[in-house]
């Protein structure tokens, strides 16, 4: 399973466009890239996953560049709402779903 | 109205006590799994299920144990072997089919340690 590296911190006003970046260097062929917030004290929620190029949902965009050793969470007109916990995950060892978890980004957004 | 039920929110154990946390799903799902998370921490398997009667430990099984009697449900034991209990425990479900299937959380159960 890719390992990946993302800032531990990030802070943001309300309004702002966020971009979190997550590099996977060792990235295999077949891994998609998924992105989970965490609230304290609850269960992740998925917020997006790709595999390359753009994703576009009602609440992210992941932008994945061609070598995909990197990915960018965009959240746009980030609210108070959105301080919470950001993983970025990679692969799923083949069909067991299995999941590696970093620390995350944990989001700040100030008034 | 779907989803994964965790219960309780809150246990307590006590030295030496096996205690039992609950998951259960009514999404149809093949595949079940449990984490432990603390505090300022990223999630950590535990022990999954791809299929009823069958599981596979994950990366922190030891004092734990787990049963799949139905596809519905997969309860957590904590054994008293497991000498640093207190954390923040998830369940996740997924359909179990191609790899990029995403998962779905529980609320959580906070176990702490009288």
């Known amino acids: 399973l890719a390992k990946t590296t993302q800032p531990i911190s990030m802070d943001s006003y309300e309004g702002q466009e966020v971009n979190i970046t997550c590099s996977h260097n060792?990235?295999?062929?077949?891994?998609?890239i998924t992105w989970y917030q965490q609230f304290p004290s609850q269960g992740p929620r998925f917020i997006i996953q790709?595999?390359?190029t753009k994703v576009t949902n009602e609440v992210a965009s992941l932008f994945i560049p061609a070598d995909r050793k990197s990915s960018t969470l965009s959240l746009p007109r980030v609210s108070l709402s959105d301080t919470a916990v950001y993983y970025c995950?990679?692969?799923?060892?083949?069909?067991?779903?299995?999941?590696?978890f970093g620390q995350g980004t944990t989001l700040q957004v100030k008034p | 109205d779907g989803g994964i039920t965790q219960s309780p929110k809150y246990l307590f154990r006590k030295e030496g006590q096996n205690v039992t946390l609950s998951c259960e799903q009514n999404?149809?799902?093949?595949?079940m799994y449990w984490y432990r998370q603390d505090p300022g921490q990223g999630l950590r398997l535990i022990y999954y299920?791809?299929?009823?009667?069958?599981?596979q430990k994950g990366d922190i099984a030891e004092g734990y144990s787990v049963s799949r009697e139905k596809k519905e449900s997969f309860p957590l034991t904590v054994t008293s072997a497991q000498k640093n209990p207190t954390a923040f425990y998830l369940c996740?479900?997924?359909?179990?089919?191609?790899?990029?299937?995403?998962?779905?959380f529980g609320p959580g159960t906070r176990l702490l340690v009288l």
């Open positions: 996740a479900s997924r359909t179990g089919g191609s790899p990029q299937e995403t998962q779905y």
């Open positions: 060792n990235i295999a062929t077949n891994d998609y």
């Open positions: 790709g595999y390359k």
């Open positions: 995950l990679v692969g799923s060892s083949g069909n067991t779903g299995k999941l590696i």
């Open positions: 999404l149809n799902h093949d595949a």
């Open positions: 299920s791809q299929i009823v009667n069958d599981f």
